[in-house]
């Protein structure tokens, strides 16, 4: 099984800017999708970005222009540089691969890092 592994969320002030980073590792023969999703207190999780192994990338309307997704496919890593944050970008965000093992698809998920945007 392949394990995600999020890092850089924060703290950060409105208008300012925060680049999160998800490595994938283990049984990994090659992963299609990679992509993240958040989730604000009370509400349900959306999908943020998402972007092909050929780097066709795909943005929710809310974050387009503001937030860029990019993923090494060496490195088996995935990352979303965020600039202008809001306060509504506060949530916890989770990264997602679609990975094959070599004998089967799965979808493993990261633990998820917390983002806050103070006003």
């Known amino acids: 099984q392949a394990l995600l592994e999020e890092s850089g969320g924060g703290l950060v002030q409105a208008g300012g800017s925060l680049r999160l980073s998800c490595a994938a590792s283990g049984t990994i023969q090659s992963i299609n999708d990679m992509g993240w999703y958040r989730q604000a207190p009370g509400k349900q999780r959306e999908l943020v970005a998402s972007i092909t192994s050929g780097s066709m990338a795909n943005y929710a309307d809310s974050v387009k222009g503001r937030f860029t997704i990019s993923r090494d496919n060496a490195k088996n890593t995935v990352y979303l540089q965020m600039n202008n944050l809001r306060p509504e970008d506060t949530a916890v965000y989770y990264c997602?691969?679609?990975?094959?093992?070599?004998?089967?698809?799965?979808?493993?998920w990261g633990q998820g890092t917390q983002v806050t945007v103070s006003s």
């Open positions: 997602y691969a679609g990975v094959y093992s070599g004998t089967y698809y799965y979808t493993p």
